[in-house]
């Protein structure tokens, strides 16, 4: 079992809907968690970085971690065609330490 | 925000040669970086973690002579892709971790990534 499990898509979804993109993990120990968001050739741009439990929102975008369950969700609201790209969750245990990745969710945006 | 940059962004070169990549955090000082490999439709993988001033940690598989890590500054890491073969063709990601300050503190911004294709 990988540490880190995400659907990897693709999602399509018609503009201004609300997108809910999830992973789940295994490591107990993790407490950073990240989302990520990467265009076709192009690195990782982080959107939202968290701490431990809670939600945070930048945006259109709120970062939901629920530790107990071993979940986080990034929820983007008001879609646009522009969000059309792959999503990344990451995490890891020690903010020093390499990140560990889901496979990444493709989203289509259509106008 | 934090901004990091990789050179060259593309590469094309015949099987036997060396490529080296550079990446640079032009921003802040990274005493950690690290480099991904990220193949078509597929997440990224860990290849190593370099510290600056130290010898780079390879991922289990990973060959060290094969791919040299050297992290001479606090801004600046090379990969080396020596002797490659189309087998190596791939996306290459440099990532680089905050010391804290300048944007979030102690997370990892990337860099636009290098794509090497082996002919």
């Known amino acids: 079992q990988k540490e880190v499990e995400q659907d990897p898509g693709p999602l399509s979804v018609p503009e201004g809907a609300i997108v809910s993109l999830n992973c789940t993990y295994s490591?107990?120990?993790?407490?950073?968690f990240m989302w990520y968001r990467q265009y076709s050739r192009k690195g990782p741009e982080l959107l939202m970085y968290?701490?431990?439990?809670g939600n945070k929102e930048d945006g259109r975008f709120t970062a939901q971690v629920d530790k107990s369950s071993k979940y986080i969700s990034l929820f983007i609201r008001d879609s646009q065609p522009s969000d059309s790209a792959t999503y990344l969750c990451?995490?890891?245990?020690?903010?020093?330490?390499?990140?560990?990745f889901g496979k990444g969710t493709s989203l289509l945006v259509t106008p | 925000g934090a901004v990091v940059s990789q050179h060259p962004s593309r590469v094309i070169c015949k099987s036997g040669t060396s490529v080296k990549i550079e990446c640079r955090s032009l921003?802040?000082?990274?005493?950690?970086m690290f480099w991904y490999r990220q193949f078509p439709k597929q997440s990224l993988m860990l290849m190593a973690t370099?510290?600056?001033?130290?010898?780079?940690?390879?991922e289990q598989g990973v060959e060290k002579d094969k791919f040299l890590i050297n992290h001479a500054s606090l801004t600046l890491s090379t990969l080396t892709v020596t002797s490659a073969h189309p087998e190596d063709s791939s996306f290459y990601i440099c990532?680089?971790?905050?010391?804290?300050?300048?944007?979030?503190?102690?997370?990892?911004?990337f860099g636009p990534g290098t794509r090497l294709t082996v002919l």
């Open positions: 990532s680089a971790r905050t010391r804290g300050g300048l944007v979030v503190a102690d997370t990892q911004y």
């Open positions: 490591n107990s120990a993790f407490q950073y």
């Open positions: 968290t701490y431990s439990s």
């Open positions: 990451a995490m890891n245990s020690n903010s020093g330490y390499a990140l560990n």
């Open positions: 921003d802040f000082q990274a005493t950690t």
């Open positions: 370099s510290n600056e001033g130290s010898k780079a940690t390879y």
